[in-house]
Structures are given as structure tokens and as C-alpha cells.
């Protein structure tokens, strides 16, 4: 009865968008959503007259300079790359709550069609990394008409019905009961990449969260959920990159939604598995050698135009 009344008492907080009260936009250092919410915004690379152009959606306790290394890499080939904070993260004003899955496509919807404005002429893609993979999933899935191409990095699509039901029925209670409850990853011996320096760079900077709250945790295991179900309602052209020797998302997850991409028959889809990457593909000691191949493709999909060609990773 106890356990009841405190369930009752303190459900998860989520901090979604407000009432539209104003037309999206973006400046120089911000993407102004329809709320008014100001969320910081990134950009690398000639912004004038790309030749195309990545809206990158970060992890869960990162931010929008996630993407550095992508875009200081791929902007001096032709591809300008944005990213903006996603809300309940880095030096976003909801910061730590967790925004629901609704605002946070609504927003990646909302940045693209923004895109699209800027670029009337250029291929726009959405890439995804990690929980921001799974929020691309279901943005792809549901607006695909927004994108010209859809790049997952790591996807968190490690849903429920994958994990032990040891860690599901502790989250389920405790996300209800102490959901202010603060999380972090320290005593679990998972390395996220094989950067030592770039990890212990990421340690000191203000806007990376070194702990979440567990409601968040329990707001992406149903992110994970949702990007899982609606993985076969994806048309888009689409790249998938992973690594074998990530700790975070276990390779069998991402190996399931591969098989998922195959069984749908989609036209132009490939997959990009490396033996030496880490969840932090992007950042990896290998980064770069990732980061040109997601330029390869999107550089051969704009020369081939149907999508028919030939792709190998690796660099080859």
C-alpha cells in the first residue's frame, strides 16, 4: 500500500514544449522554437552554399558540440553541418528534465523544415547519434518527406523487450516512485570509446551531464521503444554505422534493426559495422575514418540520384 501511495505521489517529470506562441526560427547561435524556447545552435563548414547539408541530433547527456569533430572534418568538403541542443540537455533551459519524445521530433521536424527553407536546392540529411538516433528514427519514419537521407550512428534502439527483466522492473518502480533520483555510469566498468584524451576532456566541460535523473532514463528506454517499432516504417534512403565493440547499445540491438532495414527492401540502405569502434563512433581514435565514409555516401547518393550505386565502407 505504501509502495502504492508513493507511486501515486511522485510521478516522472517531463518538461515538453509549451503552446506554440510564435513562428520557429534560426539565428546565428540559436534555433527560436515555436514556444519561444531558445535552444543553443552549432554550425560548421560554408553555410552560404553547401552541397549538402547534416542536421545532427546528439546522445543523451551530450550536447550539440557532439558533432565538432563531424563538422570541422566534412565542412571543408561541401557539407555544412547544424546541431542544436535538444531540450532537458546542455545548455538547454529545461536542463534536466525530460522533454517527451513528441517535442523533441517536433523540434527536429520544425529545424529541418527550417533547413529546407535556407536550402531549396540542396539534399538535407538527418543524422542521429545515439539518442539522438532513436529520435531520428521516428522523425524519419514519420516525416520523411522532410529529408533527402537519414544517417544512424549507434542508435540507442536497445528496447525492453532486449534487456533482462532485472533492469526493467527496477526502472519501471523507481522512475515512479524517486524519479528526481540522480543516475550516473560510474562503477559499471562501460567504456564509451577508446579516446582517452577526449573522454577526459569531456569530463571537465559544464555542459556535458555526468548524471541524469532517473525519469530520463525511463523517458529514453520508451524513446528506444518507440524508434524500434517504427523502424520499418522508414523509406529513406538510409546509412547505418555502429561498432562491434560498443558497451553502451549491445551490437545484438543494432544487428536487429539491420535485419529489420534488410527485410523491408529499402532501396538504398547500407550498413557500416567496425571492429575497432566504440559507442562514440564520431569521436573514436577511428573517427575519422568514419566520418569519411558518412561523407562518401552522402557525396555518392548526391552524384547517383536514384540511390542504385555502390557503397563500401571503410574507407575503400
Known sequence: MLLIVGVGACAPTVRPAGAPVATAMLSADAFIATDGTQLPLQSWGNLENPDAVILALHGMG???????ELGEQLGPTGIAVYAFDQRGFGRSPTRPFWAGVAS??????????LLRARYRDRPIYLLGNSMGGAVAMITAASRGHLMDGL???????????MMPWYQTAPLAIISHSLPWLPLSGKGLDIWPSDNIEMLRRLSRDPHMMSSVRVDMIAGIADLMDLARLRAGDISVPTLLVSGAKDQVIPPEAVAALDRVFVAAHMTDYHRCLYPAGYHMLLR???GPLVIEDIGRWIRRANRAG????AFSCGGS
Not at 62 to 68: G, I, L, S, T, V
Not at 151 to 161: G, Q
Open 104 to 113: 523533441m521530433v517536433n523540434d527536429a521536424s520544425d529545424v529541418l523544415g
Open 284 to 286: 573514436d581514435l577511428n
Open 62 to 68: 551530450d550536447y550539440a558540440n557532439a558533432f565538432m
Open 151 to 161: 544517417v544512424l550512428v549507434a542508435p540507442a534502439v536497445w528496447n525492453r523487450d
Open 306 to 309: 536514384d540511390g542504385g550505386y
